[in-house]
């Protein structure tokens, strides 16, 4: 049997700032592809309807604020459609347009950063507090 001692939880800060992270970027990246696509680099003057990509991201928005692993968890395979989409026209797109693309990936990557470690510390966190459960339960059926 595990000592308590040796599983212990992650500090509540790692898990609320990997969600500030996961928050942030994908607010960044909805933010960033508004302004991509309808001001700073469109691919028609005017603007174009590729910024309707903008539209997948706001659906885990929800799941995010409310701290639903099941989110979290989708949302970092997800993100590497834009991950890929920020890499070919980084390297297709001329400028303003391919730094715009550099600014996606990094957003892209922290997001998918800040989702997988998210869950792996509210795991630990779980697996910590199950064990630490199951040595009290233990301790008060011996005082019994």
């Not at 790692?14 to 942030?24: D, Q, S």
């Not at 933010?31 to 309807?49: F, K, N, Y």
Request: proline share 6%; with cysteine.
């Amino acid at each position: 049997m595990s000592s308590p001692q040796l599983l212990t939880a992650p500090p509540p800060k790692y898990v609320t700032l990997t969600r500030i992270a996961a928050v942030g970027s994908l607010l960044g990246l909805i933010v960033l592809g508004l302004l991509w696509e309808l001001w700073l680099a469109p691919i028609r003057p005017g603007g174009s309807l590729l910024v309707l990509k903008v539209l997948p991201l706001c659906i885990p928005l929800a799941g995010l604020l409310k701290n639903r692993m099941f989110t979290y968890r989708w949302v970092s395979l997800f993100v590497w459609l834009y991950f890929i989409e920020g890499v070919v026209r980084a390297w297709g797109d001329k400028a303003p347009s391919n730094y715009l693309a550099m600014i996606e990936v990094v957003l892209c990557v922290i997001l998918f950063t800040a989702c997988a470690l998210h869950v792996r510390q509210r795991l630990l966190a779980a697996k910590a507090a199950q064990a630490m459960a199951a040595a009290l339960g233990a301790h008060t059926d011996v005082i019994k």
